[in-house]
Structures are given as C-alpha cells and as structure tokens.
C-alpha cells in the first residue's frame, strides 16, 4: 500500500535516492506525541465545523487514542518509507480506523501548518525543562555561595590580578547570567504561544475550522497566528531558541573554564570531586575536569547549530519551503546536549572542595591592594590624578625590592609622598579593602549578603 500523502498526481512512486534524501521520520519521530495532541484538537474542529458525525468523533479520538498508546509503548513506529512523522501517524490512524474515517482527518490541515505547530509546541516543553536544569545548577551555585561567605580570591581582569574579591560574590556573577538566560525562556516561551494550526499548507482552509479553538486545546495561550502565511514560514522562534541556548552554552563555557584554570597545580584554588572527574588511560596520577571541557566544547556545537540555522532560513522566499525541514535537528541537537550536560555540570559544581587558605594567600598578591592607597589618599583630599601617581610609585618601589605593599616600611612610604602616614596600612588588608566597597552591587560581605538574598528570592519564583 502506498503511504505517500501525495500519490495521485504521480505515475510513478520516489525514486530510493529521494525517498532517502527526503525522509525525517528518524529525526522527527520525536514529535509524534504532539503531532497526536494536534490530530485530536483538529479531529474536535471538524466536528464542531459538521465535517464529523458525533459518533466518527467518538471513533477518531479512541483511534489516536490506541496510536498514542502504541507509540508511547514502541508498538508502533515510523519507518523511511514513510517519509515524515505526519506521514507515518496518518498511517497508523488509517491502520486503526479503517481507510473511510482514517483518511477524513487530513480535511482542511496541511504538514506545514502542522509541523510549525508541533515543533512550538516541542520547543516550548524543553525551553521548560532546560529552565528548571538551570534553576538546578543555579541552586547548587547558591549553595557554594552561602557555603564560603567570607573567602576572599584575587578578582582578576585581563586574567591578571585586578582587586581582591569575594568567591561567593565571584560565584554570583554567574549565577546572575543564568538568571537573564532563564528569563530569556521564559520570554521566549511567552513570545512562542502562538498555534499556526489552521494556517493549511499557506492560505488558511475553506472548511469553516475554528483556529483560536484549537490553540486552545493545544495550550497557546496567546491564540491562533494572525497571518497563515507567517503562520507556516517564520521560524525566528527556532533561531530564537538556537540563540538562547547557544547563550547558556556560552555561560557555561565562561565558568568551564574558570574550574578549569583553578583546578590546576599552580592555582590549586578548587578541587572536584572524584564522581565528578574522569582518569587516563596511561597517566596513573591524572584526575581530569572533562565535565567542564565537554561544556567547553558542547558550547561550540550549539553555536553551530545556530548558524547553521540562521543561514538555512537566510533569503527563503515565504511561504513554506522545504529547506525548513532542515530547521529541527540543529535545535533537537541543543536540547539534547544541554540535556545531558546541565545535570553533570551542576553535580560537579554543587561537590566542589574550594581551598580557602590558597585563595586568601594570593587575595593581596600582585600589588592588588594599589587602588585601595590611591582611594585612600582621595580621601585626604589629594587629587586621584596625583593618588593614581603616588599608589603607581609604591607599585614600582615594590618590585624593585621584590616585596608586597605591606612590605614597605613607614620611612619609604613618607619618602614616595609626604601624603603616604602610616595610617595608610589601615586600608593594605584584604578585609580591610573588601569591606569598604559595601555600595549596591559591591564585594563588601554586606553587600554580597544583599545580592545573595536578592538572588534566592528571585530563584524562588522563576
Ligand atoms: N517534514 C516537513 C518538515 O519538517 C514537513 C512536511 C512538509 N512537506 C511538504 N512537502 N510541504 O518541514
């Protein structure tokens, strides 16, 4: 029996080489369960437009419902001659139903309104479940945070040491990146509640279906697409997609590789631990950090997948080309991968060993403390122009002798400037220079407190 949704018109069935180059079914199967969803919605629509009797509608629900349980259960399954999903369901309906109801189901719908509104729909669940992977992560975050609140690290900036910081205000930074890439889905998801279900294969149907009714039924809360062209063409909220969770993957990528550097002998800042970690298969003493390369890594992949999206949909003339069967394995790919990767990253975060002593011992080092002598003369009135020179000068002072800022004596301060009193030692300690900076946003414990209860209420709500 030919499967094809299209036969009529051909002499001739696909050539193998198309029906090969042509088939999704392998990768779209993972739409079925909405593709079923959509089948009952439209199944109420016909009814409801008397297309259906009330008993063909009894009937037709209890058939998808036999294919629903079928599919879920392996018991029914695609196959490449059946081109796509779409195709492969009709087929199973028509198995069930017999060919004179099976086949009244297609009246007044098309692939393209369907796949446009199947892959929302998919989307839309995993923008869900990557949002509660990432609270998850954040969570563990949080915990490392409350978990050190007064460790102080040297803050870097062009890697070098920059000013000494707090780790749990370190840490929050980045779970203040995650915050906006969560907040993004749930934009996202907000923007993307829109059913083009109804839009047929471009110009909307003559059969008198109820669109808004079933945008209801399938939960887009914002109703059915003002224009079927659009409806069936756009596909902005895949590329949408692609970019925010190319964006995760680049935020992970940003702390990847901080675990990466402070792994190492010679920061020897953290350690992971043991479940988190994985050997070589010569080197007997290796411990490695895999977890945070594989996030290295799987960040490049997604950023692939969303240009090789973006260039995909570059110049498609509306409405709907077949081009856009290329749009569902790139994003399908980045569920997939952040899937995977989000719950690893999060154990290996949430079992982190932070080494307080070796982070407090380089907190002041490489002259880090130099801002604080040069807002400390601000203080006393001189000019930070000629602060900034002064602070410079004891740098330089410094490293001639091989020595930190602490290291300089009463005599060789008074010697750089008359305005350098002993009482600028009050300002060279590591604490010292963490608690003034207590402004909104700042290092001091204070503030990092502020930030930190600032975060967890907003974590408790998202
Ligand atoms: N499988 C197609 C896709 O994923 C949907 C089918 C549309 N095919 C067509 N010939 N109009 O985009």
């Not at 008993?55 to 259960?73: F, S």
């Not at 909307?204 to 659009?230: H, K, T």
């Not at 307080?356 to 380089?362: G, I, P, T, Y």
């Not at 930190?404 to 350098?420: C, K, N, R, V, Y």
Request: hydrophobic share 45%; glycine share 10%.
């Amino acid at each position: 029996q030919d499967v094809r949704l299209w036969g009529g018109r051909f002499a001739d069935g696909p050539a193998e080489a198309l029906a090969k180059l042509s088939a999704s079914v392998h990768f779209d199967w993972r739409l079925a369960p909405y593709d079923i969803a959509g089948s009952r919605a439209h199944a109420r629509v016909l009814h409801k437009a008397g297309l259906l009797t009330d008993d063909e509608l009894k009937r037709m629900i209890e058939g998808l419902g036999l294919l629903e349980a079928d599919v879920a259960a392996g018991t029914f399954m695609g196959t490449i001659a059946d081109e796509d999903v779409h195709t492969a369901l009709e087929r199973g309906l028509l198995e069930r139903l017999g060919a004179d109801l099976g086949g009244k189901l297609r009246a007044g719908r098309s692939r393209n309104d369907q796949v446009a509104t199947l892959f929302r729909m998919y989307l839309r669940d995993h923008a869900r479940i990557i949002g509660g992977l990432i609270a998850d992560l954040q969570d563990a975050l949080v915990g490392l945070a409350e978990a050190h609140p007064d460790v102080a690290m040297p803050g870097r900036t062009h890697l070098q040491h920059a000013q000494p910081v707090l780790f749990a205000h370190h840490v929050l930074a980045h779970v203040q990146a995650l915050s906006r890439d969560a907040e993004r889905l749930r934009q996202w998801d907000e923007r993307t509640a829109v059913s083009p279900y109804g839009s047929g294969a471009l110009a909307g149907s003559s059969l008198g279906l109820d669109p808004e009714a079933v945008a209801a039924d399938l939960g887009f809360e914002r109703g059915s697409a003002g224009n079927s062209i659009d409806g069936t063409a756009s596909r902005d909220f895949v590329a949408e997609f692609a970019f925010i969770t190319a964006m995760i993957g680049i935020d992970l990528s940003r702390i990847a590789e901080e675990v990466i550097i402070w792994n190492t002998k010679e920061f020897s800042f953290v350690t992971l631990h043991d479940a988190f970690s994985t050997g070589s298969s010569i080197m007997p003493q290796k411990k490695n950090p895999d977890i945070a390369e594989l996030a290295r890594g799987k960040s490049g992949r997604l950023i692939g997948n969303l240009t090789g999206l973006l260039a995909t949909l570059k110049a498609l003339p509306l409405a709907y080309n077949r081009d856009l069967q290329e749009d569902k394995e790139p994003v399908f790919d980045s569920c997939d991968q952040l899937e995977v990767l989000l719950p690893a990253f999060t154990g290996m975060m949430a079992t982190l060993t932070v080494h307080r002593a070796r982070m407090e011992e380089l907190a002041p080092a490489g002259f880090s403390l130099a801002t604080d002598i040069a807002e400390w003369l601000v203080k006393q009135g001189v000019p930070f122009r000629v602060a900034h020179e002064v602070a410079g000068e004891c740098v330089k002072e410094c490293e001639a002798r091989g020595i930190e800022l602490d290291g300089l004596s009463d005599e060789q301060f008074a010697a750089i400037s008359p305005h350098l009193t002993p009482e600028v030692r009050s300002v060279l300690s590591v604490p010292g220079a963490l608690a003034s900076r207590s402004g909104r946003g700042g290092t001091a414990p204070s503030a990092v407190a502020v930030q930190l209860q600032e975060v967890k209420a907003d974590l408790a709500v998202q």
